[in-house]
């Protein structure tokens, strides 16, 4: 039983932060997607996507390592991939209101009634949400993985 082990060892994590950017850009695309099609405005998918693109990111890195993240490791993940998910959510909330004016006055008067400690206290109580959706997908569902893969012999 490898993932009871800690490591020492650090791996330079940037080619699983990528991973999980390319994961998580490329699966709120194709959600987005559908919800327009499909004439639905529901966000709920957004933790899904998240652990989904943890989850993704966490299966590369045993993959490549035959273990698990140690707690070091794992606190980078988790520290990026929120950077990164915040990154990609407000270049595609840029993106969309470059698109779509009328999103952009609706933006502008939602940030101009609200005072900025609402606003701030929003985006750290997301933020909490976000980094226990990422902790659940780094650890939880990463060691399922591990113990799946080790169990078919694939490590």
Known sequence: MVYFM??????????YI????????FVTLIVA???IIVDLNNNSLSPVILMLSAMMAGEKFI?????????SE???????SLLVAWLISFFLVGVTMFIS????????????SLSYTII??????????????????YGFLTTRQFKALEKKGKL
């Open 6 to 15: 800690e490591y020492n060892e650090n791996i330079h994590i940037g080619k």
């Open 101 to 112: 004016p009328e999103l952009l006055q609706v933006v502008q008067e939602l940030i101009s």
């Open 120 to 137: 701030l206290g929003t985006i750290l109580v997301i933020s909490l949400l976000m980094i226990l959706m990422l902790w659940f997908g």
């Open 33 to 35: 997607a559908v919800l």
């Open 18 to 25: 990528l991973r999980f950017a390319v994961v998580y850009l």
């Open 74 to 80: 794992k606190v980078k993940l988790i520290s990026y």
């Open 63 to 71: 993959k490549d390592n035959k273990r698990l993240p140690n707690s």
